[in-house]
């Protein structure tokens, strides 16, 4: 009912606007005004309007960031998500003072040069120090972050690199030189944007080479990670841990059948020991987990927000994503962020006559998927290696859960 009696109102401001303007038109027809003209006072009043907006702009702007920062994620509950998250606070400062420098300029110039009688504009056409400035201050703003930004993806992603790429660099590289003096008889601005376009992917190519060689420490890449799979169906995840052989089974889709809903090749020896659980899956604290990633049917995405973690699942290519776990469930629910933003969440659920939610940290589906997608979830519980270990030994093996079924034999998990 209050909505409603906001719409009315709003609507009701709306038409009353635009009836005060066509009764300003009137009046000025009747003393004979005409519209192309225009006074000095109005503008005045256009250029004073100026500033009355740039200064409604910034102060909704900063109710915007003070009203919604309780509601942003808490701290990164990994390693390599306090990377991610140091990266992307760089390129918010970087868009928020451009933000700010630019709109001030843009309605403080359009205030300060209102048009006026006394006053000439005086033609400018060119000047190349601003050109070079203009172009060189975002041109190494935005070389900082992409180099920024490809050095905390590779090390995200464990990428071993591949001097391939380094080679392709090169030989890009050299073709640009080749076009800018071989062809001379090629128009000159086809030489200068192919070559220099094949010249840059060159050198992006070489510095790629470079940056996720010097991000992936080799020792890193020897320390053996925790294998789970995350396996994706419309609507739910189940979790595979790799037993005792540190081994994941062979899968694929046509061996489901029965309780082997992940379709679990029954001749690989190496599944056997799998441990499969559902609905929760727990990872323990200060240990490098390594995900695989499947899904059965279409394109999901495991999406692990508190760990800034996340890829999509892909029916017929296997994904991988790794990430060490840094705070505990328990932890985290201890961070005065969270614990400030459950207890709004709780006295919303109270006067609803809901019962109180605690935090937990959750792997989502996050491709629109199909008709209960949003219900595509599992609560992640972050462990003391000591409770982890716990926990694993009493899940089921895959041995166990098919044990005595015969062909026909369709019980569920
Ligand atoms: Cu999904």
Redesign the pocket.
Known sequence: MVSLLTYILIGLVIATVVYLARIYDLSRDLKGEREEVVTPAENKQSALFFVLFLVALFASYAWLVIEYSPMLLPKSASVHGESIDSLMNLNLWVVNIVFVVINAILFLFAFRYESSKVEKAEFYPHNNKLELLWTVIPSIFLAVIIIYGLSVWSNYNKIEVNASLWIAGLVLIGTGVAIFTLFRTLIKEIKLIVGGSLMLFGAFFISYYFIAKASTSAEELAVEPLKIELY?R??DWTARYAGADKQLGAAHVRYIEGANTLGINAEDKAGMDDKIVRNEFHIPKGVPVEFSIRSQD?I??AYMPHFRAQVN?VPGMPTKISFTPTITTSEMRNEEHVKNKYANINSIREKRGEEPVEFDYVLL?N?I??AT?YN?RMTIVVDEPADYQKWISEQKSFAELTAGESTETTAEL
């Open positions: 994706a419309q609507f279409v999901h995405s699942a589906c491709k998927c199909g997608h595509m």
